[in-house]
Each structure stands twice: as C-alpha cells, then as structure tokens.
C-alpha cells in the first residue's frame, strides 16, 4: 500500500460523457502527479500539481483538466469522452516540488480503470 | 520520439540466477533514474534509483548499473526469486521538468520455479 488513494477504481461511461477522476497523496506529500496508460502508448505523464499550484505539464489532452484544492488531493476531469480515451490513469505522489535527485521518486496509487463504450 | 526504451518485452529466467533488465536513454539530459515494479491490478511500485553523478546503486538483491556514454541502464536481481515476477519499468527524469517522469515501454519478467 502506497498510501495515495484513488478513486473510483473502475468506471465505465459513454462517448461524450464527462467523468471525474480523484486522488488523495500520501500523507504529507505536496506534488501531485497523472499518468495515463493505455495498451499502445505505456504511461504518459499527463500534469504535475505541487501545492496547489501547476507544476509541470505533459501531453494532456484540452478536454481534461487538473486541479489540487487546498488539503492537497486531486482531480482529474476527462469530457467529452472518446472510445480512446480508455485507460488506466494513475496518480501518484511525492513529498516535494521534483527537480532533481531524489525528490523525482514518486509514488503511485493502484489507478482508475476508465473505460469508454 | 521515445526517449526511454526497453527493447525487451519480456524476459524469462530460472529462481536463483539473475535476471537482467536493460534500459536505454536518448536524452542526455536525464540526470535521475528510477526502476519501478508493477504487478496487475496494481500501481507502479519504486524500486531502485540512481542519480547520473554514480554509476551503481545497490540494495540488497537489487543493483542498478548507469553507463552514461552509452546512455544504457541495467537492473541487476540476484537471486531472482517467483515474487520477483512482474512488469518492470524504468523511468528517467531531468532537473528542469519538476517532477515529470518519462517511463520505458516496460519488460515483463517470468521467474520459473
């Protein structure tokens, strides 16, 4: 047990839907990390929050946003939905802002299964 | 453009000798390397890492070696034990990406009885 929760962890919805991922970090960790893995394409890191704050972006998609709300878990919001977009998404966690060293060990949760019919 | 690479799917080898998992790198930036283990229906878990100023880093039966002029890193497991079955990741990172981790394709390690 790595100490990051997620929630929920399967889901199925339609295309075009709407769907809202969340995750708590382990106890005192700041950053907040989203990874999506599908079949093809391994896991893609998709946003870093680290208190709060946007921290480092990758290839998200504009139809999903992040935020990190003040006692620090996270959401991911995935619209309009494609048959694509089915896969696991991770979060993941760690104690500071990442930058070197060390402080890029992060720690996953056991991810949410989207799944889009 | 990958920028890390596993080149092996999976690799299969008998309990008590050692598995080895090889990793390559383009980015000469990297500056942090991470081994994660995953098993199904599981996150990723941290295994080992190394920083590019060593060139190994041990822990009990795991080492990772770091050969920067090839850009190339291995995963040493000895002795390879049934528990030790599962998908084997590394990752790679650099200073200037805050914590953004760029994960290989992953190799599947069997570990026969």
């Known amino acids: 047990d790595s100490g990051v929760t997620q929630t929920p962890k399967h889901l199925i919805t339609a295309t075009g839907q709407r769907v809202t991922l969340r995750c708590s970090p382990r106890?005192?960790?700041?950053?907040v990390y989203w990874y999506q893995q599908s079949l093809d394409q391994g896991l893609q890191f998709l946003i870093q929050?680290?208190?709060?704050?946007?921290?480092a972006k990758g290839n998200i998609l504009e139809r999903f946003s992040a935020q990190q709300f003040p006692d620090l878990h996270s959401e991911l919001n995935l619209s309009s939905l494609e048959l694509g977009d089915s896969a696991l998404y991770f979060c993941?966690?760690?104690?500071?802002?990442?930058?070197?060293?060390?402080?890029?060990?992060?720690?996953f949760g056991e991810g949410s299964w989207l799944t889009v019919v | 453009d990958q920028q890390v690479k596993q080149n092996s799917p999976s690799l299969s080898v008998q309990e008590g000798r050692i598995s080895i998992l090889n990793c390559d790198y383009t980015?000469?930036?990297?500056?942090?390397f991470l081994w994660y283990k995953k098993y199904p229906a599981e996150g990723p878990t941290f295994l080992i890492s190394?920083?590019?100023?060593?060139d190994k880093n041990e822990d009990g039966r795991f080492t990772v070696f770091l050969n920067k002029s090839a850009k190339h890193l291995s995963l040493h497991i000895v002795p390879s034990q049934p528990g030790d079955s599962a998908v084997y990741f590394c990752a790679a990172s650099t200073y200037n990406q805050g914590g953004k981790l760029i994960f290989g394709q992953g190799t599947e390690l069997s570990v026969k009885p």
């Open positions: 190394i920083s590019s100023i060593k």
């Open positions: 929050y680290y208190n709060g704050e946007e921290r």
């Open positions: 980015n000469s930036m990297f500056d942090y």
């Open positions: 106890s005192g960790d700041l950053s």
């Open positions: 993941a966690s760690s104690p500071n802002r990442g930058g070197g060293g060390s402080g890029n060990t992060i720690y």
